[in-house]
Every structure is written in C-alpha cells, then in structure tokens.
Nanobody, 125 residues
Framework: VQLQASGGGLVQAGGSLRLSCVASGRTFSSYTMGWFRQAPGKEREFVAASRKSAGSTYYTDSMKGRVTISRDSAKNTVYLQMNSLKPEDTAVYYC???????????????????WGQGTQVTVSS
C-alpha cells in the first residue's frame, strides 16, 4: 500500500484546509485510516481516524469540532477537513492505514502499517 498526502499549506489563524490522502496498491475499503501530526521537537500525535467496518470516526480532543475525517472508497481517498485553524495546529500531517486495528489502539501510531510522506500545515497568527 502506498499513501500520498497533499493539501497542506500556509493559512491564517481561523482559516481552513482540506488534506487528501490517496491510497494505491491495494484496496483500502476495509482498512482503518488515520491522520496524525508532528510538530518540531514533539512526538507524533493522533488527529483523527475512520474505521470503515464500524463506520466510526475518532478525533483528538484538541481538534474536536474543528476537524472532520471522511473517505471516498471509489477514489481510495481519505480527507481531513480542518476549520478554525490555530497556530498550535502547525505541524506536518501524515496519513496512515492499517488493517487490523482495534478501537482501543486507534490513537497509537505504532499500530498503523503504512504511512504517507506527510504534508506541511502552517498556521500564522
């Protein structure tokens, strides 16, 4: 499986961005898809995830209400819509996927098998 993330950029505080992640190499319709981010000097942290089998979505508390994960199985693409962005949201955002991820582990980056290359999001104040 290969993942290609895009959509990052420079935006002012309060603005919006939509990140995209295209999967190729194998169908991902049954896989869990996740978004993580990593700011300089910090650990990679969970942002959002979608479990196709359960139709469930999960979000980090720090972005809940401002971010929405969605997926288009026909296009093998997962999206991350981010609104009301804050300077502290500045980071490299990564998409990731894995097949057998249980709900209790969904926020743990170590359980994801495949990763995209990351896309930079910079929010200016």
């Amino acid at each position: 499986v290969q993942l290609q993330a895009s959509g990052g950029g420079l935006v002012q505080a309060g603005g919006s961005l939509r990140l995209s992640c295209v999967a190729s190499g194998r169908t991902f319709s049954s896989y869990t898809m996740g978004w993580f981010r990593q700011a300089p000097g910090k650990e990679r942290e969970f942002v959002a995830a979608s479990r196709k089998s359960a139709g469930s979505t999960y979000y980090t508390d720090s972005m809940k209400g401002r971010v929405t994960i969605s997926r288009d199985s026909a296009k093998n693409t997962v999206y991350l819509q981010m609104n009301s962005l804050k300077p502290e949201d500045t980071a490299v955002y990564y998409c990731a996927t894995g097949r057998s991820i249980i709900m209790s582990a969904i926020r743990n980056p170590r359980v994801y098998d495949y990763w995209g290359q990351g896309t930079q999001v910079t929010v200016s104040s």
